[in-house]
């Protein structure tokens, strides 16, 4: 792990994003971020308008993802896909229509009141081939070789070990799968009197 961060800080860093994504859960998006969130997000990033109209539009509020993983390549019918931080499920009901009934879909997130709200909506939308549970990304419950693609949509940049994280995708990936991953990254420095504030984890 290349940080310089204590174990206090580290934890605190956890504790403030389960915060933040629980607050998600309960409220929604609105005034979480400072991009385009639901629908508007969705259609801004160009996720496929005939796969949006399958789904109910109650479900499609919370997205809150920062770019369209699946534009980065295909999924193919009977794939096996891990969501990685899959939040209020979005990208996973999505992945799991692309896969077909063949295929399958397990979508982790670490805050515990996302994965409620995600199988909730999992109910809404009449899918069989979703998978649903609380895990880190830093230590997936999976074995090895395990999946056809792993997507994953503005939830890297909020882990502080990327390295394991980037680990633990190719270990549960088949050889030749796929690792499709939409995210935020910093292309310059942060202005000196920003950088290294434990708070840029989770604002």
Same mark, same amino acid.
């Not at 209020?88 to 692309?98: E, L, P, S, Y």
């Not at 991953?181 to 504030?197: F, N, T």
């Given at each position: 792990?290349?940080?310089? +961060?204590?174990?206090?800080?580290?934890?605190?860093? $956890?504790?403030?994003?389960?915060?933040?994504?629980?607050?998600? #859960?309960?409220?929604?998006?609105?005034?979480?971020?400072?991009?385009?969130?639901?629908?508007?997000? +969705? %259609?801004?990033?160009?996720?496929?308008?005939?796969? +949006? $109209?399958?789904?109910?539009?109650?479900?499609?509020?919370?997205?809150?993802?920062?770019?369209?993983?699946?534009?980065?390549?295909?999924?193919?019918?009977?794939?096996? &896909?891990?969501?990685?931080?899959?939040?209020?499920?979005?990208?996973?009901?999505?992945?799991?229509?692309?896969?077909?009934?063949?295929?399958?879909?397990?979508?982790?997130?670490?805050?515990?009141?996302?994965?409620?709200?995600? $199988? #909730?909506?999992?109910?809404?939308?009449?899918?069989?081939?979703?998978?649903?549970?609380?895990?880190?990304?830093?230590?997936?419950?999976?074995?090895?070789?395990?999946?056809?693609?792993?997507?994953?949509?503005?939830?890297?940049? +909020?882990? &502080?070990?990327?390295?394991?994280?980037?680990?633990?995708?190719?270990?549960?990936?088949?050889?030749?799968? %796929?690792?499709?991953?939409?995210?935020?990254?910093?292309?310059?420095?942060?202005?000196?009197?920003?950088?290294? $504030?434990?708070?840029?984890?989770?604002?």
């Amino acid at each position: 792990m290349t940080t310089d +961060l204590t174990e206090a800080e580290i934890g605190l860093i $956890r504790q403030k994003i389960k915060e933040k994504y629980s607050g998600v #859960a309960a409220s929604g998006a609105g005034g979480c971020f400072q991009y385009l969130c639901g629908m508007e997000g +969705l %259609r801004k990033q160009d996720y496929p308008e005939d796969i +949006l $109209r399958t789904l109910p539009p109650a479900i499609l509020a919370p997205f809150c993802g920062v770019g369209n993983p699946f534009s980065l390549g295909a999924l193919y019918p009977g794939d096996a &896909v891990l969501d990685l931080g899959c939040g209020a499920g979005v990208d996973a009901f999505i992945a799991a229509i692309m896969v077909g009934p063949g295929g399958w879909v397990a979508g982790i997130d670490v805050t515990p009141e996302m994965v409620a709200k995600a $199988r #909730a909506n999992l109910t809404l939308t009449g899918l069989a081939n979703v998978i649903l549970e609380v895990a880190e990304v830093e230590s997936l419950p999976f074995p090895d070789d395990s999946f056809d693609a792993v997507i994953s949509n503005g939830v890297i940049n +909020l882990t &502080v070990d990327k390295e394991k994280v980037l680990g633990e995708a190719h270990r549960v990936l088949k050889p030749g799968g %796929r690792l499709m991953v939409a995210d935020m990254v910093l292309v310059s420095p942060l202005p000196q009197e920003r950088a290294g $504030r434990i708070e840029n984890w989770f604002q």
